[in-house]
């Protein structure tokens, strides 16, 4: 089944607006449930085996292995298999524990399907990943999206500023008319310049337009089973407008909700984040789950373009640049390029510095998107006398675990993951499609009906009174047959003779012994036409 997803609206008082809620991602509980308690996806009449709503509700709600706490675990009946990709989960763990980094979550998607290849939380207890958590300049790419749909004149314009480009009070609102520094759009992207992107926000985008993009990106709404929707804080006054599109503060959302922002990167689309492959009874057959719900357009594909283009900044020359080069300064990925985008801001739970990083690569053709959330407690830090690994050199990381191998670096890389899947998803629709076939072919089976039949044949004996008449014709009968081969009625449906034969014809009948009908081998009630020809000479 298709589906389209859920719309709900909801008055959010602090902003003084309604939104209206798609929930894409909900396709596949909201349907099974619409469906009851017998199994969606499975016609009436299928085996008890397959009714399995209950457990496959809990199946369905499962969070991916990666993220869960052991304690969480639902029982259920069903066998359930993720689409993550054990030996990258792994390798995403090693990268972590090299780096001594204790609270972080890396997620690695398909930007085209949203099928999650890698969903890795170091701590889900004390660092759930279904929490909402800062933003920080993640936001930024939500301002330059509106920017570019709105007022695209904006982002050809030069942006000037005095001191730090990462503060921002009522006067930076303004720009200077002279002096400080210049900054183009792709550059304030670049390193993140949260005076420039405060002054977009306020006076080319305005309060309405980002409110709209913000809700047009889905970062108010759940990003999957078991995830928050993402909250933004009160936008009353200018300078909260403007720290709310610079990123400085007023909105949160989840690491998965990241890592569906990364993804619209790659064509402009907002996908539906899933982790289920496949799902099993205790008989091992596949059971038949809700299609993931398409791809919703939420900018022209010229708008992610440019937005991609605008993000290499940031891995080339800006707040990544580091973390994407080696040693020697080289590029750490040789010819791939990223398109992504840093944020870093301070948080309560909990209580550390915040790094972001989400992307997509290569920045050309996205084949992978990635988000990474590291969190540094400021004492542990202290202690290893800094804050040590940041998102962005995990997933610099994890890039290059992905993309590279001995012989260089190259989208091509990625091939095996993909051919797993794809093996994957073909061998389940073939082994459901055959199962569905075979349950076909039993519904037939044992809808068939074989009709009553005589046991032996009868003579038909004529008394003195009727065999003194020359006659020939026929007597037309029609014979109820009881699920005992009984006969339990007969009467005559036509005949071409004197009504007497008809009624004599009756009389003998009634006598005979019949083999029942059955349908699926069960003996059932039914009737049979019979035609008896009589010559008398």
Same mark, same amino acid.
């Given at each position: ?245 610079? !990123?400085? +503060? *007023?909105?949160?959302? /989840?690491?998965? %909700? #990241?890592?569906? &922002?990364? @993804?619209? =990167?790659?064509? $402009? ?115 290893? !006398?800094? +804050? *040590?690994?940041?998102? /962005?050199?995990? %997933? #610099?990381?994890? &890039?290059? @675990?992905? =993309?590279?191998? $001995? ?117 059932? +009630? ?12």
């Amino acid at each position: 089944m298709r589906c389209a997803g859920v719309v709900r609206s909801e008055r959010v008082d602090a902003l003084g607006l309604t939104v209206h809620h798609f929930f894409p991602q909900l396709c596949l509980l909201s349907a099974l449930l619409a469906a009851g308690p017998i199994q969606a996806g499975l016609a009436e009449g299928e085996p008890a085996s397959a009714r399995v709503g209950t457990d496959l509700e809990i199946a369905l709600r499962a969070l991916p292995p990666g993220i869960r706490a052991a304690a969480s675990e639902a029982p259920s009946s069903l066998a359930v298999e993720y689409t993550v990709d054990a030996a990258l989960e792994a390798r995403i763990r090693e990268i972590l524990a090299r780096h001594r980094v204790d609270l972080a979550h890396v997620i690695v998607m398909d930007p085209a399907t949203g099928e999650v290849f890698a969903y890795v939380s170091t701590d889900p207890k004390t660092f759930p990943a279904t929490r909402a958590y800062p933003t920080a300049s993640l936001m930024k790419l939500v301002t330059a999206a509106a920017v570019l749909r709105e007022r695209p004149s904006a982002a050809r314009q030069k942006c000037r500023y005095l001191g730090s480009p990462y503060e921002v009070d009522v006067s930076q609102l303004t720009a200077p008319r002279s002096g400080g520094h210049l900054d183009s759009f792709d550059d304030a992207l670049a390193i993140s310049n949260n005076q420039c992107f405060a002054r977009l926000a306020v006076h080319d985008v305005g309060r309405a337009a980002l409110l709209d993009e913000i809700e047009r990106v889905g970062l108010l709404v759940p990003p999957g089973i078991g995830h928050p929707g993402g909250r933004i804080e009160s936008v009353d006054q200018k300078l909260a407008l403007g720290r709310l599109g610079s !990123g400085l +503060a *007023g909105s949160f959302f /989840s690491p998965l %909700a #990241a890592a569906r &922002l990364a @993804a619209a =990167l790659a064509r $402009g689309e907002l996908v539906e984040p899933h982790w289920i492959a496949r799902v099993r009874d205790t008989t091992g057959e596949i059971v038949a789950v809700p299609e993931v719900a398409p791809p919703r357009r939420i900018w022209n594909p010229e708008v992610a373009d440019v937005l991609r283009h605008s993000l290499r900044g940031v891995t080339e020359r800006g707040t990544a640049r580091r973390a994407f080069r080696n040693e020697q300064g080289e590029p750490l990925l040789g010819d791939v390029t990223v398109a992504g985008k840093t944020g870093t801001l301070s948080g309560d739970e909990p209580k550390g510095l915040y790094h972001w990083f989400i992307g997509v690569a290569p920045a050309e053709e996205p084949r992978i998107a990635i988000a990474t959330l590291v969190v540094h407690d400021s004492d542990v830090s202290a202690r290893r !006398g800094g +804050a *040590g690994t940041n998102a /962005s050199n995990i %997933a #610099a990381e994890t &890039l290059r @675990a992905l =993309l590279c191998d $001995g012989t260089g670096c190259g989208a091509d890389r990625v091939a095996p993951l993909y051919a797993r899947a794809n093996a994957r998803r073909t061998e389940s629709t073939a082994e459901l499609e055959a199962q569905r076939a075979a349950r076909d072919r039993a519904r037939i089976a044992a809808a068939r009906v074989e009709p009553a039949r005589l046991l032996e044949d009868s003579d038909m004996k004529f008394p003195r009174s009727l065999r003194r008449q020359k006659v020939e014709g026929e007597v037309v009968l029609v014979v109820s047959v009881a699920p005992s081969g009984a006969v339990a009625n007969v009467r005559v449906d036509a005949s071409d003779l004197p009504e007497r034969f008809g009624t004599h014809v009756t009389e003998v009948v009634n006598g005979w012994k019949f083999a029942p009908a059955t349908r699926g081998g069960e003996p059932i +009630a039914s009737e049979v036409r019979l035609r008896i020809p009589i010559e008398i000479r």
